[in-house]
């Protein structure tokens, strides 16, 4: 079982960066993809995100390459997205999501969610 907790939500202008973190609880962690999913008001959840177990391979939405990039360090069981040049079309409910099948896989199925942060983008 993996418990996920996020955190780094909150009020930014456009154009500012933030950091949200995903800190994992589990054993099996390490071996499992991770990443980023976020959901707007009135909108489906959508992937933004994710890692493979290793850290070596990383898979982004388009709407956010170039701005965000997704980092793990599995001693502190914990997964980062920073993002930069933010928009206000960023503003959504950002969820951390794990699984063991790889993170082609992740794009459409997650065994673990945690409950969110709140990122707001002012214009």
């Known amino acids: 079982q993996v418990q996920l907790v996020e955190s780094g939500g909150g009020l930014v202008q456009a154009g500012g960066s933030l950091r949200l973190s995903c800190v994992a609880s589990?054993?099996?962690?390490?071996?499992?993809?991770t990443g980023w999913f976020r959901q707007a008001p009135g909108k489906e959840r959508e992937f933004v995100a994710a890692?493979?177990?290793?850290?070596?391979?990383?898979d982004y939405a388009d709407s956010v390459k170039g701005r965000f990039t997704i980092s793990r360090d599995n001693a502190k069981n914990t997964v980062y997205l920073q993002m930069s040049s933010l928009k206000p079309e960023d503003t959504a409910v950002y969820y951390c999501?794990?699984?063991?099948?790889?993170?082609?896989?992740?794009?459409?199925?997650?065994?673990?969610w945690g409950q969110g942060t709140q990122v707001t983008v002012s214009s």
């Open positions: 589990g054993r099996t962690f390490s071996s499992y993809a």
């Open positions: 890692i493979s177990w290793s850290g070596g391979t990383a």
């Open positions: 999501a794990a699984g063991p099948r790889g993170i082609a896989t992740l794009r459409f199925w997650a065994d673990y």
